[in-house]
């Protein structure tokens, strides 16, 4: 029994050294690079960016959203939404 606990163990902790070890990019390093590509995207494309390719679907969509938000020039500098700027270009487009 001793024997199956210490293999197990040890085999954990070379998992564990293998996956921190790793040289792959880190989940926000390729959020990073993703939004890059998301910004350098042609107006229109809807296609993933190959640098998004990492990232889950739920986290890819976050980002997508966070863009189009982003887009919108509704978030001022401090990251907080302006309202004013918003209600501006909601009401330009009344008729």
Request: charged fraction near 30%; charge should be negative; glycine fraction near 8%.
């Amino acid at each position: 029994m001793r024997t199956h606990a210490t293999t197990a163990a040890a085999t954990l902790a070379a998992g564990l050294l293998l996956t921190a070890c790793s040289s792959g990019p880190s989940q926000e390093e390729i959020a990073k690079q993703c939004v890059a590509a998301l910004k350098d995207r042609a107006e229109g494309d809807k296609s993933r960016p190959s640098a998004c390719k990492g990232l889950s679907e739920d986290d890819y969509n976050t980002l997508v959203i966070g863009q189009a938000i982003d887009d919108t020039g509704w978030i001022g500098e401090d990251g907080e939404v302006d309202k004013n700027k918003m209600l501006d270009d909601l009401l330009d487009d009344t008729p």
